[in-house]
């Protein structure tokens, strides 16, 4: 009984420690992607989940890693805040700290969807916060990025599957070369049916717990094995880079260290 005690509080111990060490750990992930139709190459940041983590004082280990990187734009694909954010946010805070060196671009995901619906206290604040630190909001909008490449922003919804026909009502017809952010890869599918060259999700957060050549345990809808957690997949000859996400939300990461992804663009003919 004492032996087996002893063997169940170093378990405790050691699974703990890796938790933490899992939460505090950053890592940045390097990703080449060809994309047809641009003629030179570009470096994106990309950014999802940061569920209001500071990295530093107002986010400076995030800035400054970003500052070495000089990206030529940093997109957010979502939940860089929680569902009550009633506080100046981190995310407006690591822009700020930017100070517009970088365009940043914010697509919604399920906690931003839902503040902004007003559940369950409201945050306009936190929208208005982001526009005046220089954020671009697509909410189910796109912008022309370095006037080459159309981006566009989907915003997470509970309600609605986002497949081509859904996507075609709220964008047309994707134009070419194009970059989908859309929070959640579990329609990644649907999402290369539209049409658009490259997709960028998040949401999974790796799948919370990590085992080592097996990948993610659970999505946030809580099922099991999620097929697209992290990385970059081909999915219907569309490519799609999921984020494990830059922040925690408790209690998951185990074995699923933080990420900034830096993806350089290629053209299809260099
Ligand atoms: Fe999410």
């Known amino acids: 009984m004492k032996l087996f005690l ?99 671009y914010l697509s919604l995901g399920n906690h931003e969807a839902r503040l902004k619906t007003g559940y369950p206290f409201g945050a306009k604040s936190y929208f208005d916060e982001l526009r005046r630190s220089g954020v671009v909001i697509l909410d189910n909008e796109s912008a022309k990025l370095f006037g080459r490449i159309r981006l566009y922003g989907y915003s997470f919804d509970y309600e609605t599957k986002p497949d081509k026909t859904l996507l075609d009502r709220i964008f047309g017809e994707p134009e070419q070369p ?16 539209w049409g658009c060259g490259l997709i960028l999700s998040g949401h999974i957060h790796g799948g919370a717990i990590r085992i080592p050549f097996v990948g993610g345990v659970l999505s946030p809808d809580k099922k099991l094995f999620p097929k697209y957690d992290s990385g970059l997949y081909d999915v219907k000859g569309k490519k799609l880079y999921v984020s494990r996400g830059v922040g925690y939300y408790f209690p998951d990461r185990f074995l699923s260290f933080p990420e900034l992804s830096v993806i350089k663009l290629m053209p299809e003919n260099p």
Do not use: Q
């Not at 999802?48 to 990206?71: F, Q, T, V």
């Not at 194009?178 to 049916?193: C, F, K, R, T, V």
């Open 178 to 193: 194009s970059i989908l952010m859309a929070h959640d890869p579990g329609y990644a599918e649907e999402y290369a049916e």
């Open 6 to 104: 002893i063997t169940l509080i170093v378990f405790i111990a050691a699974a703990l420690l890796i938790y933490i060490i899992s939460c505090r750990t950053l890592t940045v992930s390097r990703t080449v992607v060809i994309l047809p139709g641009i003629d030179r190459e570009y470096t994106v940041v990309h950014l999802a989940d940061m569920h209001k983590k500071y990295w530093g004082d107002d986010n400076s280990r995030l800035c400054s890693i970003i500052d070495e990187i000089a990206p030529d734009a940093i997109l957010c694909t979502g939940d860089m805040t929680d569902t009550v954010d009633t506080g100046s946010s981190p995310f407006a805070a690591m822009v700020k700290n930017l100070s517009g060196r970088f365009p940043v």
